[in-house]
């Protein structure tokens, strides 16, 4: 199993450019995550789906969006890119439905975006 | 006032130590309690979770929850270099879109 994979590794935007942050996982897992980690800051959740075909905001959801494709795959969107969204992005999976007492969330390799 | 806090180290402490890693939150309502490690340039990976006040170990680590002090430790036993990375908490509500991840605490540990 390749558990939770994310594309691309890295990438470097100019600003107000788009792009597409594609997360998927194989371990039959209902939900699945998306936060940032800044420097100082701890990882934030951006967006997350408790199942196949909903998607709730998190802490910081402003400026993305995000597609439930299927089981497997959670995309993340960035429609105008800024500077302030340069970070690093990770992806994660769970098996739970809802996060509630010790659900462990499996993370990607995770993506370093820079916005110029 | 951040939601869940940690002093971000780093934490040095000499190889065979015990090393003790801290962590408040703010939300009374919080149920589910987590530890996590990230190496450097890595995605973070579950050590322990918790939910009822007490000790509950595992291994040489052993996580702490008091929940009246809204406090949560993570000690680390007979401390190995491998365990130099940083530390991050995690807490969360019963209602699921507050999870929180605290800044983190590098620890250091030294041969």
């Known amino acids: 199993n390749a558990g939770v994979t994310q594309t691309p590794k890295f990438q470097v935007l100019k600003t107000g450019q788009s792009m597409t942050l594609q997360c998927a996982q194989d371990?039959?897992?209902?939900?699945m995550y998306w936060y940032r980690q800044d420097p100082g800051m701890g990882l934030r959740l951006i967006y997350y789906s408790a199942s196949e075909g909903t998607t709730d905001k998190g802490e910081v959801p402003n400026g993305y969006n995000v597609s439930r494709l299927n089981k497997r795959e959670f995309s993340l969107r960035l429609e105008s890119a800024a500077p302030s969204q340069t970070s690093v992005y990770f992806c994660?999976?769970?098996?739970?439905?809802?996060?509630?007492?010790?659900?462990?969330?499996?993370f990607g390799p995770g993506t370093r975006l820079t916005v110029l | 006032q951040k939601e869940v806090e940690q002093n971000s180290g780093p934490l040095s402490v000499p190889e065979g130590a015990i090393a003790s890693l801290n962590c408040t939150y703010s939300d009374r309502g919080s149920q589910s309690f987590f530890w996590y490690r990230q190496y450097s340039g890595k995605s973070p990976e579950l050590i322990m979770f918790i939910y009822s006040n007490g000790d509950k170990e595992d291994g040489r680590f052993t996580a702490q929850l008091n929940k009246a002090s809204q406090y949560v430790s993570l000690l680390i036993r007979d401390s190995q270099p491998s365990d130099s990375a940083t530390y991050l908490c995690a807490v969360a509500q019963y209602n699921f879109n507050k999870f929180y991840f605290g800044s983190g605490t590098k620890l250091n540990v030294k041969p």
């Open positions: 994660a999976s769970s098996e739970a439905t809802a996060l509630a007492g010790g659900d462990e969330q499996f």
């Open positions: 371990m039959n897992h209902n939900s």
